[in-house]
């Protein structure tokens, strides 16, 4: 269970709070959407779940810790997280990558190595493995910053758009490891988009959020069906976020 | 552990692919040194280790001419230069030339010099002589003229020159007078036993001088030069400098973003962070003996004096780790300070320079105003050199260092504390 209760956040020397109050929940084991335009605030929600960013009030919970310093180690634990940078050395290889994120996770020799070619096979980077990251393209960056996140076997991965950036093979190849990811292992997932039509195809259930609050949240399929105007989930987003170009 | 092993793995996978950062942290300090051991040495040499070309114009043809010439190219710092082109250099030559440069001195004996020192011999003998009740038999000259051995110098000639000619001369011509006056009591007491009177010489150097060494430990005289000031302290300048590469790889690793993974990632950051300063401490300390061979083999092969290390040891390898600590969280705090490379770049490396010109890298801090010296003093590249310096040059050991050690190590550490502060800062 990921719940966020009522989290309100202003950084310092900012005009608007990021957060105002922000509440949701979702359930063990699915694939959750947290979407809002730019500025909604999801990368603040996901860097307090991830405990980078300490919120000013309110509670957030991962499996029923608590986010604060008592529980941040723990939670580090549990979560893998794919920031929406490729946060990877691009000088190392992606094999010298992996495996030095798999030392800070305490995992070392052959089962290391033999995860991590394991996962390069699985995301079809298996002969560029001693490559330079530099090297790679957009969506072969992607790949590896995401098996970067899987190495210490999480509960829950967090995505920070995961698939911006790259090509459809890529994008498919990445949603289609997601799928499966979460009905083999059960791991639950949380991911952020700008890709609405992927947000439907892929979650189970969904949180809008903007100016910091929640605007909605149910199953993509429930709230396109309660806005009987809208026939996609892109609809119902701009039905409730407007149509203004947001910075 | 693991996680400090695989950091210092990372550093040095990151390192030796970057070649610029390579050639930054361990050719260029090579080449700095070099160059500028060479071009300080002729600055830092004493002018009794220079050699010039000394134009003389001889008009008296006695002793004093030749007790001149002989002290002077006795010393080995002068060649005397009488003739020019087959012909004896005139007193007009001589001006125009050393006016126009060419050469830095002239010295002009006058005639009757030689002649006028044996007169006053003659006349303190005589009065001697009157005083013991003896007959003043040594001719003396009826009028008492005054004589100046002439000196020209260059224009452009330093005051510290000037003075260590003067004051050579004023030996020469003391010596000359000396001499002088004692063969003159000979002759008057009439001795024949040579003996007597050179025991009388003996007598007059019963008292030298002897220079000693002033450290706890016997080493052979030590002389201050281009290669003992410019190997430690150009050492020094290139191990602060760690500080480009240092503050470079940290915001490319929060730019990239992997340094927020490393921060998503459970264990301390504390241990990353100690990697780090591990690796480039080692990187550091490395530099040094780097450039201390250099000083030892390289310097030599080009006609500079070999550097000499003096006899502690582990001291030199206790200071080279506190400057390398120091300099590497210098650099860890530039990193966490600005946010962007052009920003820690720039000011990291003028930052450096300017720190390295105050604490007395470029040239000593003696020679600097009082104000500055006091400034330099509060420099920790001065406080590397002064130690090194200690070790060196004045035989020093454990408890020479442990004052300036203290003070890089305490300013690591307020570095490191500044730089956690501004890190845990940006958490809120």
């Not at chain 1, 730019?38 to 996901?46: D, S, V």
């Not at chain 1, 990877?88 to 020799?109: D, M, R, V």
């Given at each position: 269970m990921i719940t966020v209760k009522n989290l309100h956040k202003t950084y310092p020397g900012a005009l608007e709070p990021s957060l105002s109050g922000?509440?949701?929940?979702?359930?063990?084991?699915?694939?959750?959407?947290?979407?809002?335009?730019?500025?909604?605030?999801?990368?603040?929600?996901?860097?307090?779940?991830?405990?980078?960013?300490?919120?000013?009030?309110?509670?957030?919970?991962?499996?029923?810790l608590h986010q604060d310093a008592h529980h941040r180690e723990a939670i580090k634990k549990m979560i893998g997280i794919v920031p929406q940078q490729i946060a990877?050395?691009?000088?190392?290889?992606?094999?010298?990558?992996?495996?030095?994120?798999?030392?800070?996770?305490?995992?070392?020799?052959k089962p290391l190595r033999t995860k991590i070619e394991d996962y390069l096979q699985r995301f079809g980077l298996e002969k560029n493995g001693k490559k330079e990251v530099y090297k790679f393209s957009g969506g072969m960056k992607r790949r590896t910053n995401i098996i970067a996140a899987l190495l210490h076997d999480p509960q829950l991965l967090i995505l920070d758009e995961p698939t911006a950036g790259v090509d459809v093979q890529s994008r498919n190849m990445i949603l289609q490891f997601l799928r499966e990811y979460n009905q083999q292992q059960g791991v639950s997932i949380l991911y952020t988009s700008h890709l609405l039509e992927e947000a439907q195809s892929l979650c189970e259930e969904v949180a809008i959020i903007d100016q910091g609050r929640l605007v909605m949240q149910g199953q993509p399929l429930q709230l396109i069906q309660q806005h009987p105007e809208c026939r996609n989930l892109e609809e119902v987003f701009l039905h409730h976020t407007g149509l203004a170009v947001r910075d | 552990m693991l996680r400090l092993l695989a950091t210092i793995r990372k550093e040095w996978?990151?390192?030796?692919?970057?070649?610029?950062?390579?050639?930054?942290?361990?050719?260029?300090?090579?080449?700095?040194?070099?160059v500028m051991a060479l071009i300080e040495d002729a600055p830092f040499r004493d002018y009794q280790e220079l050699k010039f070309d000394v134009l003389t114009v001889d008009n008296d043809h006695g002793r004093l001419a030749r007790y001149i010439k002989e002290g002077l190219e006795h010393s080995g710092q002068f060649t005397l230069v009488d003739s020019l082109d087959g012909k004896p250099v005139t007193q007009e030559d001589a001006v125009r030339l050393v006016n126009a440069g060419d050469y830095k001195i002239c010295i002009l004996i006058p005639k009757g010099a030689t002649a006028a020192i044996v007169s006053n011999a003659n006349r303190i003998v005589n009065d001697l002589s009157k005083r013991m009740g003896l007959p003043a038999v040594q001719p003396v000259k009826s009028r008492n003229d005054s004589l100046n051995v002439l000196i020209y110098f260059d224009p452009a000639a330093k005051k510290a020159f000037k003075s260590a000619i003067h004051q050579a001369l004023d030996n020469f011509l003391t010596q000359v007078e000396t001499d002088l006056l004692l063969e003159r009591i000979k002759l008057q007491l009439h001795s024949k036993e040579a003996d007597a009177a050179d025991t009388f010489a003996i007598q007059l150097k019963a008292v030298g001088l002897q220079e000693q060494v002033t450290g706890p430990t016997k080493q052979i005289n030590m002389v201050y030069n281009s290669v003992q000031h410019n190997v430690p302290a150009w050492s020094i300048f290139a191990m602060f400098f760690i500080v480009i590469p240092i503050a470079g790889n940290m915001i490319r690793e929060r730019e990239d973003g992997s340094l927020l993974r490393m921060k998503l990632i459970p264990g301390s950051y504390l241990a990353l962070l100690a990697g780090k300063m591990l690796f480039f401490v080692s990187i550091c300390v490395v530099q040094f003996y780097l450039m201390t061979l250099v000083g030892i083999y390289l310097m030599p092969l080009l006609h500079l004096p070999r550097l000499v290390l003096g006899h502690s040891y582990l001291p030199v390898f206790v200071i080279a780790l506190c400057i390398s600590l120091a300099a590497t969280a210098?650099?860890?705090?530039?990193?966490?300070?600005?946010?962007?490379?052009n920003q820690a770049l720039s000011f990291g490396a003028i930052s450096i320079v300017i720190l390295s010109a105050v604490g007395g890298i470029w040239v000593p801090l003696e020679v600097m105003p009082p104000a500055m010296q006091f400034i330099g003093h509060l420099t920790p590249l001065n406080w590397g050199l002064e130690a090194i310096n200690d070790l060196y040059l004045r035989n020093g050991g454990f408890a020479q260092i442990m004052g300036n050690a203290g003070k890089l190590m305490a300013l690591c550490l307020v570095m490191l504390y500044l730089a956690a502060r501004v890190e845990k800062g940006r958490m809120s």
């Open positions: 922000l509440s949701f929940s979702f359930p063990k084991g699915r694939i959750a959407g947290l979407l809002g335009p730019n500025g909604a605030g999801k990368t603040t929600t996901i860097s307090i779940l991830c405990g980078l960013v300490r919120a000013d009030s309110g509670d957030a919970q991962i499996f029923d990877l050395f691009p000088q190392l290889s992606a094999l010298e990558n992996l495996t030095y994120f798999g030392n800070l996770y305490g995992l070392k020799g | 996978l990151l390192l030796i692919r970057d070649r610029g950062g390579l050639a930054l942290l361990f050719l260029m300090p090579l080449v700095l040194i070099t210098y650099g860890i705090l530039v990193g966490t300070l600005f946010k962007t490379p």
